[in-house]
Structure formats: C-alpha cells, structure tokens
C-alpha cells in the first residue's frame, strides 16, 4: 500500500495548480488523471493559445448559488500572481480585448509550466490511472487497478461534464454524492443556441456570418461577436448569454448596437431615396444578412413607408429570438453548478462536514464568464486547497 498525505484527482488547471502547491509545502502529493496527458482542456483553450486569465476578475462576473463564495479564494491568489508565474518561466503573452491574456506561443507552454511546477515541488504524478473506489476510514483509500492509495487528504478535481471528447466524466459529482455533499443543478454553460422554425430557417443560409451586436438574457448583457451557425447562434456574445439562458426563456440580441437602426433607415429614405433597401442594410449588417432581412422589399427607400422602415430598425435593435435549446455539453465550455459551495469553506475549499476532502475547479458551482475568468478560478481554488491540504 502507498501511502501520501495528499492525493489529488484530475490533473487538469486546478488539479496541477494544488498538487504544485502542497508539494512546495513539503506534502507528499500523489497528481492522478485516466487521461494521456495533463491539461487536455488547456491545450484547447484560446484557439491553442490558451487564455490564461482575464485582468478584470472580480466576483461579481462569476454564477452561483453563493455569489460571495469565489470572493476569498479570487482575492487570495489574483491575476496577477498567476501572470508573475507565467513571467517566472519566461512565457510570452498577450492582452486581447476585455482583459483576457493569452500565450504569445502555445497552450502548451502553461501546461509544461505546471508540470515543471509539479515535478520541483516533488509531486508524483500518474497518467493513465483509472480509479475504480474511493473509500474513507481513517484516512482515505483510492483503489487503482491492483494497487490501493492512502492519503490524509483527497482533492476532487475532475471538473465537470463539458467536452466529453477530451475524457470529461462526473466523477467529482459521483464521489461528492458518495460523501453527502450536496449538488446545485447541472447544465452546460458557455454554449452555443439552438432554435427551430421560422427562426432557424433565416439563420441556417446565414452560417458563417458574423457581426459585433449586444446580446441580453436574464438581465445579463454582452456586447461581442455573434455568429449564425447552421443550428443556430454561437459566438462570444451569445456564449456569455447562454449561461444565464433558461428553457423557455427569450434572448434579445442589439444588431446595431450604439445606433437606432429606426433612426438611420429614415435619414437614409430622406437623403438617399432611390436606394434599394437591400443596399442600405448592407451598409449597417453583413451583406447575407442585408439580403435575408430585405427579402421581399425590393422598393426603393422612397416607396417603402415610414412604418415598415421603423418595424425593420425596431428588429434590428430588439430581435426578439427564443431558443429549442443547446448544443449541450459537446459544444459547452464550461459546466453551470456544481457542489454547492454552502458544504465548502471558501477559505480552503475543504468540505466542513468530511475534514481532508477538498473540492477545487469546474467541480464548485462557481462559473466564470467567457475570456480567462475559470482558468482564474481553477488558478485560485487550486491554490487554496493546495495551501490547506
């Protein structure tokens, strides 16, 4: 039997970054993960850049049952001691807009960051480790094929269901249900819309199409890219809005955002009234789009009344759309709820009612917004967990 003080599931962000730090701590710390290789879901992130983290991390742009939860952790382990870690190893990196920093190079680059980190601070790491039971006496026992682990404190970071592809699975759900620590609902989030109907008839022939817009849901509200797909709407904009979307539920998207579209039309009818109403549109939306929208009004300007001209800028600037559903949690990002964090302390993540089991990443019902802010909260709860394990 081998014996640790701490074992910690899933080497992903969260799980490297609290094996790295209880290691430091001189803890004898077992990383285990059934995958290949560590930190699939950052080498996909960014496009392959990875964007790290986000400058403007505060609590307040994350979801939770307990929105003052992720405070404590978020303050104890900022952006910035992350960026000073990733300027350690000499890793180049950029800002993009909102905040959000990537890699100059690669996602590699963060992921062999960490497991330099790991493998200084000592800790043994195993890939490829497939865990059949986890049991607690004493101390905890996680059984392996043919081989049983003992450690004084357990870390679940497994993260939650999204991407599947790349190994995702619920076992932090399954052991946190195993040592009666409640669950939030669980539903994927950062994810593209689905629609049917009249709706996805007009953006089927406009996939691909892109445009800077303002989308709302919830009282939530994003000014970003949205892009028609041949399902339905995804990018940035729509994205951030979906975790905060409900079944039944409409989301409003600002195609012109800054403008009143009914404004424009009537000042473009007045100065340019030969103009065909295809070719003005054209002048505010992608092209596709200016003929999806001015499909059956072939008049000029100066033939098209007053009332069709501001129904048509009231669409552009309120288009009133309401989602079948998602592509789940194939296409989501990041997984919505969790362990709820009223069983965890926020200082340590450990859980209150089983001393030595922690609780870090994806697996807590905190979620950030699109653009750094979970990498950040994986960064920080990791941290904590490893500075208390």
Known sequence: MNAFDVVVLGAGAAGMMCAAVAGQRG???????????PGRKILISGGGRCNFTNLGTVPERFLSGNPHFAHSALSRYSPADFLALVERHGIAWHEKTLGQLFCDGSARQI????VAECEAAGVVMRLGASVSEVSRGERFRVELSGETIEAASLVLATGGLSIPKI????LAYDLARQFGLPLTEIRPGLVPLTFGGDDLALMRPLSGVALP??????????????LFTHRGLSGPAVLQASSYWRAGEAIVVDMLPGQSAEAVLLDRKHLRPRA?????LGEMVPQRLAAALAEGAQATMANLPDRVLAGLGQRLNRFELLPEGTEGYAKAEVTLGGI????????????RAVPGLFVVGEAVDVTGWLGGYNFQWAWASGWCAGMAA
């Not at 190994?167 to 619920?170: E, F, I, Q, S, Y």
């Not at 817009?213 to 949205?226: H, N, S, Y």
């Not at 065909?276 to 003005?280: F, K, N, T, Y």
Request: charged share 25%; with cysteine; aromatic share 2%.
């Open 167 to 170: 190994g995702a699975t619920g």
């Open 213 to 226: 817009v303002v989308a709302a849901c919830g009282g939530a509200r994003f000014a970003e890219a949205m």
């Open 276 to 280: 065909e109403l295809r070719s003005i």
């Open 27 to 37: 803890r004898r710390v077992l990383l285990l993960d059934h995958a290949g290789e």
């Open 111 to 114: 992921v062999a960051m960490l």
């Open 340 to 351: 709820d964090t009223r069983a965890l302390s926020q200082k340590t993540m450990e859980a």
